[in-house]
T-cell receptor, first 116, second 115 residues
Framework: DADVTQTPRNRITKTGKRIMLECSQTKGHDRMYWYRQDPGLGLRLIYYSFDVKDINKGEISDGYSVSRQAQAKFSLSLESAIPNQTALYFC???????????????FGPGTRLTVL | RKEVEQDPGPFNVPEGATVAFNCTYSNSASQSFFWYRQDCRKEPKLLMSVYSSGNEDGRFTAQLNRASQYISLLIRDSKLSDSATYLCAVNVQRSPYSSASKIIFGSGTRLSIRP
């Protein structure tokens, strides 16, 4: 089974709809991240969380909100989706306590979101 | 200026060639550096970390130049299976008063190996 899972894997929605993307991990990592990826722009950080009580905005947080329900779960919401939020969304985790993989990011399989 | 910049490519090289990518970063306090590989429609996966003395893993060599603030990835004897997008990533301090940090990714360099 995958260590980092995302649901849904694909979603098509309409402008103005509320959408939630979910991420779960079984790695036991404290740190979790949400990125979006657009052609030519690479991965851009939306929000990140270093533990359940620590949530921070990334470089492109406008139009998004997050919830860290537990150590293993980090969800991303689009309160009112708009077409320029069409992108590939990745969740990731990391474990800064690891000697061998300090700051390595482990990504989920991605959610392809299309907003019409 | 972007915090982390890469040449987007694409690099189209024949099998067996040597290819090199560079990635520049703007924060001189950055401490950790990484190369990730991303296959089409897949998630990025760590290829190798880059530390101060540089490191080598088989056909792949990563180097760090702190003075000029760039990291490089060299692929020797390239294979068809090396075709992918290569993302560099840099650890950035969250604030001068915190040991917490986050990773900033470059936009990726696309590599295509032809037979």
């Amino acid at each position: 089974d995958a260590d980092v899972t995302q649901t849904p894997r694909n979603r098509i929605t309409k402008t103005g709809k509320r959408i939630m993307l979910e991420c779960s991990q079984t790695k036991g990592h404290d740190r979790m991240y949400w990125y979006r990826q657009d052609p030519g722009l690479g991965l851009r950080l939306i929000y990140y969380s270093f533990d359940v009580k620590d949530i921070n905005k990334g470089e492109i947080s406008d139009g998004y909100s997050v919830s860290r329900q537990a150590q293993a779960k980090f969800s991303l919401s689009l309160e009112s989706a708009i077409p320029n939020q069409t992108a590939l969304y990745f969740c990731a985790t990391s474990d800064p306590r690891s000697r061998t993989s300090y700051n390595e990011q482990f990504f989920g399989p991605g959610t392809r979101l299309t907003v019409l | 200026r972007k915090e982390v910049e890469q040449d987007p490519g694409p690099f189209n090289v024949p099998e067996g060639a040597t290819v090199a990518f560079n990635c520049t970063y703007s924060n001189s306090a950055s401490q950790s550096f990484f190369w990730y590989r991303q296959d089409c429609r897949k998630e990025p996966k760590l290829l190798m970390s880059v530390y101060s003395s540089g490191n080598e893993d088989g056909r792949f060599t990563a180097q760090l130049n702190r003075a000029s603030q760039y990291i490089s990835l060299l692929i020797r004897d390239s294979k068809l299976s090396d075709s992918a997008t290569y993302l560099c990533a840099v650890n950035v301090q969250r604030s001068p008063y915190s040991s917490a940090s986050k990773i900033i990714f470059g936009s990726g360099t696309r590599l295509s190996i032809r037979p």
